[in-house]
């Protein structure tokens, strides 16, 4: 099965609509200079990160395999 991220490469309604929502969290973000909710507030005691995919959600960095692919590997 492939990777969550990569059922969105190429064009139709659901990459448009990732794309929207990308748009629209930057955009805010530039106007504001503050990170729009969901967006998590950084904590080096507990990072999480902005998770962007069919639905926007937070995660803490300890538990993304990607995240533990990398230090592993670094």
Sequence with gaps: DLPS???FV???PEAESLSRRIMALWGAFARHGEPPAPWPVFDAADPHQL??????????L???A???FWNALL
């Design 51 to 60: 998770h962007l995919d069919r639905e926007i959600t937070e995660r803490r």
């Design 10 to 12: 190429g064009a139709g």
């Design 62 to 64: 300890a538990d993304d």
């Design 66 to 68: 990607t995240v533990a």
């Design 5 to 7: 991220t990569a059922k």
